[in-house]
């Protein structure tokens, strides 16, 4: 059981930045992918970003490409999601995923394991 706390949102105003982090309980992740998705009112949940731990392979939504970054560090098993010009169409619940496997997926139902979520809200 993977155990997954994001930190790091809040209230930004349009063009701002915010650097969310998700910290897991795995002591090695390298046959994990992480992910991050985001969750707005009435809406489904979507892809974001993810990143292979093994290699540090990513993939973006075209929404948030040039604009938000996914990086990793080992030593402290984090994930992060740094986001840039950020919009009031980013405003949403974000939520970091696990997934035991190689594959950068996009879709909710790939993931294992999830985190509790952090509100990110983007004013204009």
């Known amino acids: 059981q993977v155990q997954l706390v994001e930190s790091g949102g809040g209230l930004v105003q349009a063009g701002g930045s915010l650097r969310l982090s998700c910290a897991a309980s795995?002591?090695?992740?390298?046959?994990?992918?992480m992910g991050w998705f985001r969750q707005a009112p009435g809406k489904e949940r979507e892809f974001v970003a993810a990143?292979?731990?093994?290699?540090?392979?990513?993939k973006y939504a075209d929404s948030v490409e040039d604009r938000f970054t996914i990086s990793r560090d080992n030593a402290k098993n984090t994930l992060y999601l740094q986001m840039n010009s950020l919009k009031p169409e980013d405003t949403a619940v974000y939520y970091c995923?696990?997934?035991?496997?190689?594959?950068?997926?996009?879709?909710?139902?790939?993931?294992?394991?999830w985190g509790q979520g952090t509100q990110v809200t983007v004013s204009s």
């Open positions: 990143a292979r731990w093994r290699d540090g392979s990513t």
């Open positions: 795995e002591r090695s992740l390298s046959s994990y992918v």
């Open positions: 995923g696990a997934a035991r496997s190689f594959v950068l997926g996009v879709r909710p139902t790939e993931y294992d394991y």
